[in-house]
Nanobody
Framework: EVQLVESGGGLVQAGGSLRLSCAAS????????IGWFRQAPGKEREGVSCMDSSDDSTYYADSVEGRFTISSDNATNTMHLQMNSLKPDDSAVYYC?????????????????WGQGTQVTGSS
């Protein structure tokens, strides 16, 4: 059974940093596309950053490019999202997700497995 559990969310002042983690079980990172998505109140869930180690492909949304960094530890099946220079607009529930194919990369409609989410709030 595939399971994804996020941690690391919280309240942070604008300009601050947070590191989200996603612990996965039931599959091997090497075989799946994995990534981070977020959903703010009243908005659709959007892809933030995704990766696929099978071909070293990585995606970042324009809004987070240069501020966020995705990484994974395939030995422990753990994924991280380092978020720097946080803005109030980054406030959302952040979800980690995985899919056997996950193409197009970071298209939320193509990911079958989801965590429960962790709240990130950036205060102004």
């Amino acid at each position: 059974e595939v399971q994804l559990v996020e941690s690391g969310g919280g309240l942070v002042q604008a300009g601050g940093s947070l590191r989200l983690s996603c612990a996965a079980s039931g599959f091997a990172f090497d075989d799946y596309a994995i990534g981070w998505f977020r959903q703010a109140p009243g908005k659709e869930r959007e892809g933030v950053s995704c990766m696929d180690s099978s071909d070293d492909s990585t995606y970042y949304a324009d809004s987070v490019e240069g501020r966020f960094t995705i990484s994974s530890d395939n030995a422990t099946n753990t994924m991280h999202l380092q978020m720097n220079s946080l803005k109030p607009d980054d406030s959302a529930v952040y979800y980690c997700a995985a899919d056997r194919l996950g193409r197009p990369l970071c298209d939320r409609r193509e990911y079958d497995y989801w965590g429960q989410g962790t709240q990130v709030t950036g205060s102004s």
